[in-house]
């Protein structure tokens, strides 16, 4: 098998090796890029769903060769791979971070659409700056993972009634496409698609019966089978979404509260990130106050997706979503939290990492540079001897918000992923100018 490809197998020690190989060959040809100032803190691998299938080991190589001078990696409900992709990460001499992203219930927005479309109190969030995947208390975490399974399972059986003929084996069909059993929607609808294909041989059947199913014309289904993943992104759009057979309202109850989450976040040394969507929602218009009650719960940081907020055709909505974006980050630096921003890539056609130089985002440029420096400093920290942003150190040493997220922000422009463990020596008895000395002198 081709090394590129085993980069992606669902055998770990094949992954690692497959690493080396292409990295040794890489090297030997002079053919790696220089490393640049662009960067992608929100990237989902294969853990959860990468739409080109990349695995946490095939996520940072892609990195290096764009040149990429850090990436971060937030999968969903899952921590599987936080120590693989760290790992590759230092390997190739990238600045790395690691977390994960789920949905929780805000209960002050009960009435408020937030991020999560038709849901209300339901917030996507994240947690961001794990030193590894082993935690505390892994009841919570476990829940994440059981809880969407269950949810995904459901929906199998709702859209299974309309497509009987070629009804999915959730074990067999869906949880086959997955390295540690995290199915998604978007792994049902590969299933589907691929399995339709398999059923339906004649092209012209095939097209018959996705017409008459998802009940668009048999020149659009022609069309759009040719590109799968698009495809794939049609059917999840017909029957598991709002008014598709499959779909299922989830309530804010169905999810665990903000503050239980930012808690389990906070114990296991993670940072509590707010997720910005576009400020359009009826609870993201009141943003004050959302911000209000993150931080009250223990958010230290928020995300952006670029992308979404100003590469949009039609110029009004463009428009629109970028006094949106400023007006965002004009609260998120007055409040002194530091932005994080990358490209999701969990559907193929994304781009590998943002435009971060293009003019609707240039101005914002330092402010995420600095959220990437941020997030970095905050994980050396907590992998070398616990310190990070969320630590009881951390909270003793600065006085404010701002002293603590500079702090931080020197740290990730000092440290280098070459250093292996704690070689600096560094200590929950050092002060901040100690360990910055520290830094300098590596």
């Given at each position: 098998m081709a090394a590129d490809l085993r980069l992606d197998s669902f055998d770990a020690d094949e992954r690692k090796a497959a690493l080396l190989e292409v990295y040794r060959s890489a090297l030997s040809t002079d053919s790696l890029p220089a490393f640049g100032r662009h960067f992608n803190l929100h990237c989902h691998s294969f853990f959860s769903f990468n739409g080109y299938g990349f695995s946490p080991t095939h996520l940072a190589w892609q990195g290096r060769l764009l040149g990429l001078c850090a990436m971060a990696q937030v999968d969903f409900d899952v921590l599987d791979g936080v120590d693989e992709f760290l790992s590759a990460c230092r390997f190739l001499d990238i600045k790395a971070a690691a977390g994960m992203e789920s949905r929780v219930f805000v209960p002050e927005f009960s009435e408020e659409e937030i991020n999560s479309p038709g849901e209300p109190g339901v917030a996507y969030h994240i947690g961001l700056g794990f030193a590894s995947s082993k935690v505390k208390e892994t009841a919570l975490l476990h829940s994440f993972k059981d809880k969407a399974q269950s949810r995904t399972r459901v929906v199998v059986q709702k859209?299974?009634?309309?497509?009987?003929?070629?009804?999915?084996?959730?074990?067999?069909?869906?949880?086959?496409?997955?390295?540690?059993?995290?199915?998604?929607?978007?792994?049902?609808?590969?299933?589907?698609?691929?399995?339709?294909?398999?059923?339906?041989?004649?092209?012209?059947?095939?097209?018959?019966?996705?017409?008459?199913?998802?009940?668009?014309?048999?020149?659009?289904?022609?069309?759009?089978?040719?590109?799968?993943?698009?495809?794939?992104?049609?059917?999840?759009?017909?029957?598991?979404?709002?008014?598709?057979?499959?779909?299922?309202?989830?309530?804010?109850?169905?999810?665990?509260?903000?503050?239980?989450?930012?808690?389990?976040?906070?114990?296991?040394?993670?940072?509590?990130?707010?997720?910005?969507?576009?400020?359009?929602?009826?609870?993201?218009?009141?943003?004050?106050?959302?911000?209000?009650?993150?931080?009250?719960?223990?958010?230290?940081?928020?995300?952006?997706?670029?992308?979404?907020?100003?590469?949009?055709?039609?110029?009004?909505?463009?428009?629109?979503?970028?006094?949106?974006?400023?007006?965002?980050?004009?609260?998120?630096?007055?409040?002194?939290?530091?932005?994080?921003?990358?490209?999701?890539?969990?559907?193929h056609g994304q781009a590998l990492v943002d435009a971060l130089d293009a003019p609707a985002l240039a101005p914002y440029f330092k402010d995420f540079e600095e959220g990437m420096f941020f997030i970095y400093g905050h994980t050396v920290l907590a992998s070398m001897a616990e310190l990070g942003h969320s630590s009881a150190w951390s909270q003793a040493s600065f006085s404010t918000a701002a002293e603590r997220n500079a702090f931080y922000i020197q740290v990730g422009r000092l440290a280098s992923p070459a250093i292996e463990g704690n070689t600096l020596g560094i200590s929950s008895s050092d002060t901040p100018e100690i360990i910055l000395k520290k830094f300098s002198r590596e």
């Open positions: 859209v299974n009634t309309l497509l009987h003929e070629i009804a999915l084996d959730y074990d067999q069909d869906v949880l086959s496409l997955t390295p540690a059993g995290n199915a998604t929607e978007r792994h049902v609808c590969a299933a589907y698609d691929r399995k339709a294909r398999n059923y339906f041989t004649e092209p012209s059947r095939l097209i018959s019966w996705w017409s008459e199913k998802l009940d668009l014309a048999k020149e659009k289904i022609e069309e759009a089978l040719s590109s799968p993943p698009d495809f794939q992104g049609i059917i999840r759009a017909k029957t598991m979404k709002q008014g598709g057979v499959g779909y299922i309202a989830s309530k804010g109850e169905d999810f665990p509260t903000l503050r239980v989450v930012n808690q389990f976040f906070l114990d296991n040394g993670a940072i509590p990130v707010l997720a910005f969507l576009d400020g359009t929602s009826s609870g993201e218009k009141r943003m004050d106050d959302l911000l209000d009650i993150m931080i009250d719960s223990g958010v230290g940081a928020v995300n952006i997706i670029p992308d979404r907020n100003w590469n949009i055709k039609d110029p009004d909505v463009r428009a629109l979503k970028i006094s949106k974006l400023d007006e965002f980050i004009g609260m998120a630096r007055k409040r002194h939290l530091p932005i994080i921003v990358g490209t999701e890539m969990n559907a």
